[in-house]
């Protein structure tokens, strides 16, 4: 049984550094690439960034794009997202999500999916 776990949200002010965790367990990890999504409230769920399951390619939506990074320990079945100079519209439930083809995961098509964890950002 393929589980994810998200870890690491809270409440912070805005400027403020976050890193969350999704830590997997029933799967080959490095098989899998990563995504992690955002649903802010009464929004739809937006793609945050994606890592290759080797960890060679990574990509952010623009609006996080260098504030966030995105890695991963496959020793450790754990990937991160590492938020950096929050600001409010980063309030959302993150979820992480496995998918184990490279095409499917850049259509934000995943198989497998955390319950996520809240962020909320006040200013």
């Known amino acids: 049984q393929v589980t994810l776990v998200e870890s690491g949200g809270g409440l912070v002010q805005a400027g403020d550094s976050l890193r969350l965790s999704c830590a997997a367990s029933?799967?080959?990890?490095?098989?899998?690439?990563l995504g992690w999504f955002r649903r802010a409230p009464g929004k739809e769920r937006e793609f945050v960034a994606l890592?290759?399951?080797?960890?060679?390619?990574?990509y952010y939506r623009e609006s996080v794009r260098g504030r966030f990074t995105i890695s991963r320990d496959n020793a450790k079945n754990t990937a991160y997202l590492q938020m950096s100079s929050l600001k409010p519209d980063d309030t959302a439930v993150y979820y992480c999500?496995?998918?184990?083809?490279?095409?499917?995961?850049?259509?934000?098509?995943?198989?497998?999916w955390g319950l996520g964890t809240q962020v909320t950002v006040s200013s």
């Open positions: 999500a496995v998918q184990g083809t490279w095409a499917r995961a850049l259509r934000n098509d995943y198989v497998f």
């Open positions: 890592i290759s399951g080797n960890a060679g390619s990574t």
């Open positions: 029933g799967l080959s990890f490095s098989s899998f690439h």
